[in-house]
């Protein structure tokens, strides 16, 4: 008897169940990666600086996604509090992306441009020498740390082969200026990072220390960034809904 | 001896599967509870439904719409797009119970005047209700839940010190273009003397310590071109709202911390290490008017008006 076979004979069993239970997921997430209106068509969305990179790679390491999501939803009420809800264009370029659901603390995809740098130095250090009531850790050694870039351009690498486009080649650059101009494909490639990483950090000083590059400063300048691509100016509030 | 383990030859006829494990364990093959059959029915024919109502299946390159719609208002006119969460939300945007009720309050709100709205109670218990969510959201970080700032960092909003003007119209101004307050540092210019002298008057100017002799060295100093003071703070010591400067000649200290100084010393001390590293862009406040909409800008500029001090 068939039935008898199965229920016996553990290896089988395992191997159908899987078989069975990965149906469901197949169906669910296959037709995303093939319908052209998965991702919005918008302008303004890049890939991270090296610096806001390594700023994201810190916020990971920090593990600041176990209490905040990065993902407005459409409600109403979110959009009253955060502002617009967050497109799947917006995280294109994150591997992995940060929307998450636990929500100890507020949502952060627009965070960019709420708060000035010196706030969130403060914030991250002592969270409650501003908010009182806050219960977020303090994150003291991201100003004590130097910010260690040596390997940023291996991770830029690491994204391109996932399909991140920073260039390393003529065409990619070239591309990279077609779409987001000479500045920003500067900081798009990877054999400049170092220096733009620099540069960066220099001329906008996240940290307020000067002459130094301390693991805050990479931190601050992809919380700044956070959600600030979209000119959601530019579109009818029905556009996006025809993607959906 | 296990009996437990042997079907009961007395027990009413029950199905079992008909396996046999370990020579003599069997397994039961109950009929399910009805009610049970006829729920799982039920959620058969439900997910056929809602394929046939709501977004579903993919297809080729895109999916199944489904039959229900969204009434949206586009260039005035109301029309039926397919049913999907962002439609949906436009829809509660523009044509929900709360959107609707929201904004009758918010059109008067708009087109009122500062004096009418502060005139008008019902205006009123609008804009502290919606100004304590907005303020909570985007202020409290900074400015404290109840407004009270941190001394040294944020300055406070529920006193009766203004550095740029506490009247609505000045909030206002402030909520929309932000205010980033600039004061140069002395270290360089005023020697460490100097800078105990201009203390010892500035302390005298709020009565901190006795006019009189001993600050005759740091008056000349505040008074006159070596420290130049008076040219931002005015000669009185009263501060500029148009640059922010403080008002010296008030208890409400909002960037060295006086009151938390026990002596007469401390606070000069402190006074002099401030006066020594100035203020030089970090005190930002951002400006809003990219990310509220001038009707919560007006609401939030009445409800910090009256948290306590408004003028």
């Known amino acids: 008897m068939r039935h008898e076979q199965i229920e016996?004979?553990?290896?089988?069993?395992?191997?159908?169940?899987?078989?069975?239970?990965?149906?469901?997921?197949?169906?669910?997430?296959?037709?995303?990666?093939?319908?052209?209106?998965?991702?919005?068509?918008?302008?303004?969305?890049?890939?991270?600086?090296?610096?806001?990179?390594l700023g994201k790679d810190i916020y990971q390491r920090e593990g600041c996604y176990l209490c905040h999501s990065q993902m407005i939803r459409p409600f109403r009420d979110e959009w009253l509090r955060y502002g617009h809800y967050s497109l799947a264009a917006e995280s294109r370029y994150d591997h992995p992306f940060q929307w998450g659901s636990k929500r100890t603390g507020p949502d952060l995809a627009r965070l960019g441009g709420k708060y000035s740098d010196a706030w969130h130095v403060q914030h991250l250090t002592a969270p409650r020498s501003v908010v009182p009531e806050s219960i977020m850790p303090n994150y003291p050694w991201l100003l004590e740390n130097d910010l260690d870039y040596s390997d940023v351009a291996d991770r830029m690498r690491a994204l391109r082969k996932v399909g991140v486009p920073y260039s390393a080649t003529d065409e990619g650059y070239r591309a990279n200026v077609e779409r987001h101009g000479p500045e920003l494909a500067d900081q798009l490639d990877i054999a400049q990072a170092e220096d733009s990483?620099?540069?960066?950090?220099?001329?906008?000083?996240?940290?307020?220390?000067?002459?130094r590059i301390t693991e805050m400063e990479a931190l601050v300048a992809y919380l700044q960034v956070l959600g600030t691509?979209?000119?959601?100016?530019?579109?009818?509030?029905?556009?996006?809904?025809?993607?959906? | 001896m296990s009996d437990q383990n042997k079907v009961k030859p007395t027990a009413p006829a029950v199905q079992t599967t008909g396996h046999a494990w370990d020579g003599?364990?069997?397994?039961?093959?109950?009929?399910?509870?009805?009610?049970?059959?006829?729920?799982?029915?039920?959620?058969?024919?439900?997910?056929?439904?809602?394929?046939?109502?709501?977004?579903?299946?993919?297809?080729?390159?895109?999916?199944?719409?489904?039959?229900?719609?969204?009434?949206?208002?586009?260039?005035?006119?109301?029309?039926?797009?397919?049913?999907?969460?962002?439609?949906?939300?436009?829809?509660?945007?523009q044509t929900g119970d709360a959107a609707l009720r929201q904004r009758a309050y918010a059109e008067q709100i708009s087109s009122a005047s500062f004096q009418e709205i502060l005139d008008n109670p019902e205006m009123m218990a609008f804009a502290r209700s919606v100004g304590r969510g907005l303020f909570g959201d985007n202020c409290a970080a900074c400015h404290g839940s109840g407004g009270q700032g941190v001394v040294g960092l944020f300055p406070n909003l529920a006193d009766d010190a203004w550095l740029w003007g506490g009247t609505p119209e000045r909030i206002h101004e402030t909520l929309i273009q932000g205010r980033n307050g600039y004061m140069p540092a002395f270290g360089g210019v005023l020697n460490p003397s100097q800078l105990t002298d201009v203390s010892e008057y500035v302390l005298s100017l709020s009565g901190l310590t006795q006019p009189g002799e001993a600050v005759e060295p740091g008056r000349e100093i505040f008074q006159g071109p070596i420290g130049g003071c008076y040219t931002c703070h005015t000669p009185e010591g009263t501060g500029l709202q148009s640059l922010g400067s403080a008002n010296l000649t008030d208890a409400i200290w909002t960037l060295v911390d006086l009151p938390a100084e026990a002596s007469t010393e401390a606070k000069r001390d402190a006074l002099s290490a401030f006066i020594a590293k100035g203020v030089q862009g970090n005190r930002v406040m951002p400006g809003w008017s990219d990310r509220l909409s001038p009707t919560d800008l007006k609401l939030l500029a009445v409800y910090t008006h009256q948290l306590g001090g408004g003028q």
């Open chain 1, 8 to 53: 016996t004979n553990s290896g089988l069993l395992i191997a159908l169940t899987l078989v069975v239970i990965s149906i469901g997921g197949l169906v669910e997430i296959v037709p995303l990666f093939y319908i052209e209106e998965t991702i919005e068509e918008v302008e303004g969305v890049r890939p991270y600086t090296p610096l806001e990179l």
């Open chain 1, 197 to 211: 990483l620099l540069a960066q950090a220099k001329s906008a000083n996240f940290d307020g220390l000067a002459g």
């Open chain 1, 229 to 244: 691509m979209v000119d959601f100016s530019q579109y009818d509030e029905g556009y996006f809904a025809e993607f959906r």
């Open chain 2, 24 to 93: 003599d364990l069997q397994e039961y093959n109950n009929p399910l509870p009805r009610w049970w059959l006829w729920s799982f029915y039920g959620t058969v024919v439900f997910a056929v439904l809602y394929w046939f109502m709501f977004p579903a299946w993919p297809v080729g390159d895109g999916w199944t719409r489904g039959v229900t719609t969204a009434s949206v208002i586009e260039q005035g006119q109301t029309v039926d797009r397919p049913w999907n969460t962002r439609y949906q939300l436009i829809a509660e945007m």
